[in-house]
């Protein structure tokens, strides 16, 4: 559909009186730039709606010999298989100097002896897609001129889509570059994301799923649009996400593990050629769904929350179980804390909701295992804050997600399940995403709850109650409260983040406060999880008998060590680390947890921050070997859009535990404007370890 001329040349009769036409311009590169989508294409006609777009006609003979039969002259603008007026996927409208913001319009513009420069205009509201547009005259037979895509227009204040903060509308429509937050919310680690959402056939991807929609006039609402593409990501995430495989060659893992952004996704998961995905790195489909929006002109942007609840079914409390030696063992069935989950959020005004609910709406995937299609809602960020439960199911779960509560049991060996006293795990206390116009992390959780212990959070928690108890639901509001005879205290430190194959100290801290001695069973455990909170592998397990003075305070410091543990932890994987401290007499263990992530070796670009276009530029890329053992097979990948023409990839064989490999890149720039350089390290000890590093490429001075 994208190759569609931008000069054409006909000489058709269109009556009696020898009207023809000569040519047409649909002037795409002009159009384009004044559209802000010029990025997509500067041949095919792409344009915004709600927005002017011009277009020339040369006639075979002067204007003034035909003019009668000008003024019969309508155009067509139509999409879609079967076009209809009725549901507004055709329009007919005359050239008129009369404009009709409301309906389809065109005005003549400019003209002269044999040609008109011809305004069209589209209401704010049309149906967005692959459009053809047709000359006709008295009702005779319909010439094409050409073809163009209509999208939504965030420019626009009468669509629904508009941002009035123009840095606003730069990031989240048109920045191709972005950043994602993983990691724990102590250690939040970011991750170098090419949206792509301008990429050749991306528009085309896109635009694919309104031909199979029943509903193709509701390509009007992006309301609409945004969940029929979190329908359809959500489906293709069951079909494509593979599962996480456990074995494999190093070099072939390494292949099948890079993500290079969400183009390559969306191929693979809408045609089978392109990049697969497994399951450790499903967040993904966020990234994905943001490209997706972006491209049609809906604003997008990623969010990561950190410690989330998730399937909890808008149950506040989430059960987590744990054998005696403080070890994850099975799944509760009131939800899983993850240790972070990605989603998107999209912005548009919400008439179909009361007052209050425009602006940021998080599209999320509510379906049942056995519901695929019609699985996604659109939540108003306002909604989760304010419990407002009787707009949509959803926001119970969302509202859970940001605000559960954990309970821990403690599984016996004689089967027996017993309730633990374990510290607070502070759901959602960390909402990231990327700030406009920098690259700096943005801590948007004000936009999702209330300050705690504020009163505000106390009323809608109140108001929450309320609406629970009319279900019935009451008993899953909020912890239990234990109250102990012989009461224990427990705290655990640990490090945020733990190197690859190296060592950091842990801590508990056990506190006796009554005045007899106390025997106490200790048990500090390490798991490797997924960020889902799915185990991935027992670690490592270690026991103490202490013996605990009255009214006071024992530290026990041990090693937190890689070479402790039974076996490597998997890609993509965290620590959780365990802490259950047992006493004869009190039938209630004391439990803690913290998520450590996994540092990596650190990877540094040196660049200057500004180049000039057509000339050489030099580029050192390094990293040092700060693990026990030797990065095998270590290979280099350089990319960066309109910086370097294609991907570059250096074999650099072995580095040595305390070596430094460095290398150094050359390339030509040749596009104007901010860029990024992004580098990424595969190895046998890891693969995909990034950084990134952005540049501005100036034009060359002019010599005298």
Known sequence: FLSSHILCIHNFSLSATALGIKSYDLRAAKNNEEHHTKAISSQHLTVRRGQPFTITVHFRAPVHTFLPTLKKVILIAQTGEQP?????????????????????????????????????????????????????????????????????????????????????????????????????????????????????????????LKNVDEQAEEWSQPMHVAQEWGDLLHALRKKRVLPTLQTQATQERALLSKRRGSAPILRQWLTGQGRPVYESQAWVQAAVACTVLRCLGIPARVVTT????????????????????G????????????????????????????PGYDGWQILY???????????????????????????????????AMVNASCIVWKCCEDGKLELTNSNTKYVGNNISTKVVGSDRCEDITQNYKYPAGSLEEKEVLERLQKQRMKHGKADDIGPLSLEQADPLYMFLEAPSSLPLSGDAQLSVTL?????????????????????????????????????????????????????????NPPENTFLRVTAVATHSE????????????????????????TAKQYQPLTVSVSIHNSLDSPMKDCIISIFGRELIHRERRYRLGSLWPGNTLRTQVQFTPTKLGLHWLTVEVDCDMFQNLTSYKSITIVAPELSA
Not at 143 to 166: A, I, K, M, S
Not at 306 to 325: C, H, I, M, P, R
Not at 332 to 348: A, D, K, L, P
């Open 84 to 208: 209809s007026k009725i549901n507004r996927t055709k329009a007919t409208f005359p050239i008129s100097s009369l404009g009709d913001k409301n309906q389809w319009s065109a005005v003549v513009e400019d003209r002269d002896v044999q040609g008109w420069t011809i305004s069209v205009t589209s209401p704010a509201d049309a149906v967005v897609g692959h459009y053809s547009l047709l000359l006709q005259v008295s009702g005779r037979k319909q010439h094409l001129l050409g073809r163009f895509t209509l999208l939504f227009n965030p420019w626009n204040r009468d669509d629904p889509v508009f941002l009035q903060n123009e840095a606003q509308r730069s990031e989240y429509i048109l920045n191709q570059n972005g950043l994602i937050y993983l990691g724990t919310a102590d250690f939040i680690q970011e991750e170098p994301w090419d949206f792509g959402q301008f990429e050749t056939d991306v528009l085309d991807l896109s635009l694919g």
């Open 306 to 325: 950190f410690t989330s609840a998730q399937g909890t079914g808008g149950s506040l409390l989430v059960d987590e179980y744990y054998n005696e030696e």
């Open 327 to 354: 070890l994850q063992n099975g799944e509760g069935q009131r939800g899983r804390i993850w240790v972070f989950q990605t989603s998107v959020e999209c912005w548009m005004t919400r008439p179909d909701l009361p």
């Open 365 to 399: 995937p509510r379906g049942k295992p056995n519901r695929v299609l019609g699985a996604c809602d659109l939540v108003p960020v306002r909604a989760v804050k304010e419990g407002s439960l009787e707009l949509s199911p959803s926001v119970s779960e969302l509202f």
């Open 511 to 567: 506190i006796n406060p009554s005045d007899h001695e106390k025997m106490v069973q200790l048990a500090i455990g390490a798991q490797a999880v997924y960020y889902s909170g799915v185990l991935a592998a027992d670690l490592w397990r270690e026991k103490q008998f202490l013996r605990l003075t009255a009214n006071q305070a024992t530290r026990i410091t041990t090693s937190l060590s890689s070479s402790y543990f039974e076996r």
């Open 586 to 609: 009190s039938s209630l263990s004391c439990f803690a947890q913290e998520d450590v992530a996994i540092r990596r070796p650190h990877l540094v670009i040196k660049m200057p921050e």
